[in-house]
């Protein structure tokens, strides 16, 4: 793994290293195509350098990207949770190096020791809950200020609205 921060940092050494023993380094051209949505989640990465895009397809016209991971983050969460399948699609934007984990082997290793288990679905909900956040974001760049005022603040249907 590269000397660029990763999510994986805030693990515990030996749970780090417990996780680091089922990877194996990957690379990913600029354009490749490393999962679709709806496909079976049996891996995920933390991306060492380069840059990944999630999309959404969009019937009838091009994936729509929704957020790019950048070195350092997680690639994929989807392999953590039933049904085990990508909620979202992914792209190289850049030439990308990443560290590549098998998601029932890491699920395995997590029900075999529930303090790791605990500590990394614990960093894999702050990276949702990131996600959530960012997304929320941009769906009120791209669609807000709505509501009666159009000015600075955004209603969202308060007693106020009913004037």
Known sequence: MSTTHSILDTLTTAHRDRLMALSRPVAFPAGARIFDA?????????????EVTLDLHVPGRQAAVVQTVSAGELLGWSWLFPPFRWQLGAQ???????????AAAVRELCAADPALGHEFVLLCAAVIGDRLRSTRTRLLDLYGPFGVNHGASVSVGGPEDDS
């Open 38 to 50: 709806d496909q079976a989640a049996e891996r995920f990465w933390v991306l060492d350098r380069g």
């Open 92 to 102: 190289a934007h850049t030439a990308v190096q990443a560290t590549e984990f098998p």
